[in-house]
């Protein structure tokens, strides 16, 4: 959707392009953009190209600002994001999926993984991704899924829970595979854990849970005086959980950092990661964190932490919703070093199995199969059935408005 901002999923996405752009052709197509340059780093030998310019400064031309203004007719209502996309947006994707005749063409979320089944030509690799998972979604867009995934070549979950949860809602009609994010080890020494600070991040938003961490904290604060917890990323959160701290009486000892670009830095300056997030897919920075050799506290939210921290060898994982008992956990590693200093070294041991060359093979392989089983007759005529009109229209507004492109 946007490239051009901070999250996991735009992570593992550049990491993934970056292995794959060592042996092959890689661009990251951003639906749009609203600043001047990314704010992560984008990998040696992988294009990174936005289909609509929404910086304010692009918009002056008085027809793209009123077409900007227009809600998306493309991106699917069901999808939460969907206020983020407009007319212009739509019509930037129509006319860059029209272009597409080769190779593989990945979605990286339902709306776009929709339009990408809808009006990709046959001839191309097609697959959608999902970088959360099924039970996410509301009942009328898993319905839409259900309905149009089967024209993908592939589906892809994160965990093997929801892989079989997607075979099952899909009755067959498409390839569906596990396929986890995938990370690099870090650079220098592991976290040496004898830092008394706990770090969390992520946006600021109520999917991250912050306010339940910081409840959490309050209980922890007072039997640990002597730490500190860091909350870092930004959000539209800030203010009330900057009152929020405020109001439970623990502003001496948790502070909310801001993002920070160096975030491996911190973790390897930290003894313990906490995830307090009420829902996520395959959570990236957990394994950032685990791979920097910090032991976990999370909640057994639906999908991730469970797939990926082995409960009471490389840290805790507890019923969600259950503040008491993530307060407890965190208590307990913050204090016996000892034990935090065994779980951080099964963290790093169990963070190894998500290898990004390893991962990256596993695509290289899956795709080349999928490429090799594409007929020469397939065709470059886009599928049409319910957006036929829609392309043809947004087409003509693509070759007024947006020239050249």
Known sequence: MNAFAVGGTIRTTLNT????????????????????????????????????????????????????AQRTRLMSTRDFRHPEFNLLTDIGLVRY??????????????????????????????????????????????????????????????????AAAYRKHLRKGTRVECMPNGIRAPQGRPAALDAKVVVAAGRLARQKGFDRLLAAWAMVAARHPDWQLRIFGDGMLRSRLEARIAELGIAGSARLM???????????????????????????VLLEAM????????????TGPRDIVRDGVDGYVVRNRDVEALASAMS??????????AFGAAARE??????LDAVAARWEALLAELAAAKSPEAGTTPARPTLSLLGRV?????RRLVPGR
């Open 17 to 68: 392009a970056g292995a794959l752009a060592e042996r092959h052709d890689v661009e990251v197509a951003s639906v749009f953009r609203r600043r001047t340059d990314p704010e992560l780093p984008v990998p040696p030998g992988v294009r990174l190209r936005a289909l609509t310019d929404l910086r304010e400064e692009t918009l002056d031309r008085g027809v793209r600002r009123r077409v900007a």
């Open 332 to 341: 307990e590693l913050m204090s016996d070093a000892d034990r935090r200093k």
């Open 350 to 355: 169990g963070a190894a199995r998500y290898d």
């Open 258 to 284: 801001g993002f920070t670009p160096r975030l491996h830095e911190e973790l390897a300056g930290a003894s313990l990661y906490v995830m307090s997030s009420r829902r996520e897919g395959f959570p990236m």
């Open 97 to 162: 999926l029209a272009s597409v005749r080769d190779g593989v063409l990945i979605g990286t979320r339902p709306s776009i993984n929709l339009a990408v089944a809808h009006l990709a030509a046959p001839s191309v690799v097609r697959v959608g991704q999902d970088h959360m998972h099924l039970t996410a979604y509301s009942d009328e867009l898993r319905a839409q899924m259900g309905a149009v995934y089967p024209r993908l070549d592939l589906v892809t979950a994160l965990t093997r829970r929801d």
């Open 394 to 398: 947004v087409g003509s507004h693509a």
């Open 291 to 302: 791979a920097a050799g910090l032991p976990v506290v999370s909640f057994d939210c639906p």
